[in-house]
């Protein structure tokens, strides 16, 4: 079954102690991104990868960081999460193609930074 | 820059009632169209899309239509049910852009009996 997995659905951390949010697809698709949905905000683009070693930030980078060394995985690491980053968040992956090619979206991690 | 523009929400409507949500768009390039829908707790799923001028998509009685003219894409449902309640995201790709997909702020529908 096509599918992008996330771990973890729900995550309570304290302020400064690191975390990584993983995301992998089976679907071999090139892209691959990352956001946050927030109320009254709608979904923001963290950073998103085309390809392997290949990221680039998107439009709320600060705080974050990720990797992209192999194809199917594309973590989210947040070396010192603040409350500010309490959040829910979704990866995608999609295919990079001509006419626009659909997104496929994990089930979300609810981060709590308390 | 590519952005798009949605209707603010919450829109609340009785079962049967008629639904037009607004889109609108503004991209480099020839952008393909999309509107995707998040039931409650889960992840965004495809709702349909259009990949050019005056196309139109549909699936599961929803309808948009590409309008280049008026730079548009507004989804709409002849007649709702509760179990279209959910929040709706209007997306532009461009293929020859950098980024995936760039999202409106989402309208949250609720239908009510």
């Known amino acids: 079954e096509a599918q992008v997995t996330q771990n973890p659905r729900y995550l309570i951390t304290v302020t400064g102690k690191k975390l990584t949010v993983t995301c992998s697809q089976n679907?071999?698709?090139?892209?691959m991104s990352w956001y946050r949905q927030d109320p009254g905000l709608g979904l923001r683009q963290i950073y998103y990868s085309m390809n392997v070693e290949v990221t680039d930030k998107g439009d709320v980078p600060e705080g974050y960081k990720v990797s992209r060394k192999e194809k199917r995985n594309f973590p989210l690491i947040l070396e010192s999460p603040s409350p500010n980053q309490t959040s829910l968040y979704f990866c995608?992956?999609?295919?990079?193609?001509?006419?626009?090619?659909?997104?496929?979206f994990g089930q979300g991690t609810r981060l709590t930074v308390v | 820059g590519n952005s798009v523009t949605q209707m603010e929400g919450p829109v609340t409507l009785s079962e049967e009632a008629f639904l037009t949500i607004n889109c609108t768009y503004t991209a480099t390039g020839y952008p393909s169209l999309f509107w995707y829908v998040q039931y409650p707790g889960e992840g965004l799923q495809l709702l349909l899309k259009?990949?050019?001028?005056?196309d139109k998509g549909s699936n599961k009685g929803f309808e948009a239509t590409y309008r280049k003219e008026t730079t548009s894409f507004h989804l709409e449902k002849g007649s709702v049910q509760v179990s279209d309640s959910a929040v709706y995201f209007c997306a532009l790709s461009v293929y020859s852009g950098n980024t995936p997909l760039v999202f409106g702020k989402g309208t949250r529908l609720s239908v009510i009996a």
């Open positions: 679907m071999n698709h090139e892209y």
């Open positions: 259009a990949t050019k001028a005056d």
């Open positions: 995608a992956s999609s295919k990079r193609g001509v006419g626009g090619t659909e997104a496929f």
